[in-house]
């Protein structure tokens, strides 16, 4: 078990409506990345945050956005929810992003299942 | 987009044997991962190769790298039923902890 959690663990839209799913990250962890994961795929990066800052993002359209908070914990909001957003999400904190390669080693939440309808 | 390819993947054996998986990548890494993942649920992290190297031992799990290639394997050697669940590879294309996962493979160990 991580020190990772997350939660609603399951959650039913419909389409168009807006979500927030949030993520705590483990203790001594000031990043946190955020990834997409459809039913029979790998995860895909939605973006990482890394002190309160956006560190970089993936192919997702704007209205997938997010925060950080001065505690480390995060929030993933999702506007005008599509069918195609029905995925598993994951949240994964780390070290600060560095020269240190075992930094790159996430550390990842249970998820939250959305499923739009 | 993902950024490889792995193979096979689904694979079925009993347990005792060993498993290899091989994980294909596109562009240059800093370091590549493995996770395991259950029904699911959260991933979670096996082991890391760094791009210089060639290969590294964990336990049971003996990993590969090839740069020249682009590819990786993970061999899990004395498989046990509680090895059953999905293995993914993931890229590091830089230091900064994005990571980029292959579509995974699904390993059934037999009782």
């Known amino acids: 078990e991580t020190g990772v959690t997350q939660s609603p663990t399951h959650l039913i839209k419909t389409r168009g409506q807006q979500v927030t799913l949030r993520c705590s990250s483990q203790?001594?962890?000031?990043?946190v990345s955020w990834y997409q994961q459809a039913l029979g795929q790998g995860p895909q990066f939605i973006f990482q945050?890394?002190?309160?800052?956006?560190?970089g993002r993936g192919n997702f359209p704007p209205r997938f956005s997010g925060l950080q908070f001065p505690n480390y914990s995060s929030e993933l909001n999702v506007n005008a929810l599509e069918l195609d957003d029905s995925a598993l999400y994951l949240c994964?904190?780390?070290?600060?992003?560095?020269?240190?390669?075992?930094?790159?080693?996430?550390?990842f939440g249970a998820g939250t299942r959305l499923s739009v309808l | 987009s993902q950024q490889g390819e792995e193979d096979p993947q689904a694979l079925s054996i009993q347990e005792g044997e060993n498993a290899t998986m091989n994980c294909s990548y596109k562009t240059s890494i800093n370091n590549l991962q493995w996770y395991r993942q259950n029904s699911g649920r959260g991933l979670v992290h096996l082991i890391l190769?760094?791009?210089?190297?060639r290969e590294k031992h964990s336990g049971r799990l003996r990993v590969t790298l090839d740069t020249s290639k682009k590819s990786s394997s993970l061999l899990i050697t004395a498989s046990r039923a509680a090895d059953t669940a999905s293995y993914f590879c993931a890229t590091a294309p830089s230091n900064t902890g994005k990571l980029i996962f292959g579509q995974g493979t699904t390993l059934q160990v037999k009782p």
């Open positions: 945050y890394y002190r309160e800052e956006e560190n």
């Open positions: 190769i760094r791009s210089n190297e």
């Open positions: 203790s001594g962890h000031n990043t």
């Open positions: 994964a904190s780390s070290l600060s992003p560095g020269t240190r390669v075992a930094k790159n080693i996430q550390y």
